[in-house]
């Protein structure tokens, strides 16, 4: 069971806009704004998409975002693309001994 | 350009013992903190191990701590995580992954991986 909770899978079609949730505590999301997202297509490393929130690394298109509210972040796809299909996982650093902690990971599929 | 380039990865038996090492370009490894991070065959990712930019602090998930050892050398820009009392659930591929600042919170830039196999 994974520390960060997100829905298996979320889906859309081309041009369309996704948010894929991620449930978190007062020990990690909720207390600290260091949620960061990852996105991977099958058989590829992670790559950074958002970090601190809401903020983009260098080269990724602003049509992604994110979010926090509470214990919840969320990452917003909008204007889907094909190429945005693959595994999204977000994080978070936590105040246990763990220092971060993943979600279990969401499927986007591109219909 | 920042390139992170692991090795070492194989088949062990349960209770052996591995080291992996990730080598570092592009950037120097005491100015940004680093963590490994791994991911079971058909699974997440997984967090393992970090140490601070400094190299001062170390940090380790519980499922990992005792046995495994993140350590780096400075002259070589290389990270390493010593792997031992190895288990069947250990097995995943390991990525290294560099942390944009001190602390290893997030990471900007992650290795291809390489698969550790911990079976009989």
């Known amino acids: 069971q994974s520390a960060l909770t997100q829905p298996p899978s979320v889906s859309g079609s081309p041009g369309q806009s996704v948010t894929i949730s991620c449930i978190g505590t007062s020990s990690d999301i909720g207390v600290y704004n260091r949620v960061s997202w990852y996105q991977q297509p099958p058989g590829t490393a992670p790559k950074l998409m958002i970090y601190?929130?809401?903020n983009r690394p260098s080269g990724v298109p602003d049509r992604f975002s994110g979010s926090k509210s509470g214990n919840t972040a969320s990452l917003t796809i909008s204007g889907l693309q094909a190429e945005d299909e693959a595994d999204y996982y977000c994080s978070s650093y936590t105040s246990g001994d763990t220092l971060v902690v993943f979600g279990g990971g969401t499927k986007l599929t591109v219909l | 350009e920042v390139q992170l380039v692991e090795s070492g990865g194989g088949l062990v038996q349960p209770g052996g013992s591995l080291r992996l090492s990730c080598e570092a370009s592009g950037f120097t490894l005491s100015s940004y903190a680093m963590s490994w991070v791994r991911q079971a065959p058909g699974k997440g990712l997984e967090w393992v191990s970090g140490i601070s930019g400094s190299g001062g602090f170390t940090y380790y998930a519980d499922s990992v701590k005792g046995r495994f050892i993140i350590s780096r050398d400075i002259s070589r820009n290389t990270l390493y995580l010593q792997m031992n009392s190895l288990r069947s659930e250990d097995t995943a591929v390991y990525y290294c992954a560099k942390a944009p600042s001190v602390v290893p919170a997030e990471h900007d830039y992650w290795g291809q991986g390489t698969q550790v196999t911990a079976s009989s």
């Open positions: 601190e929130v809401s």
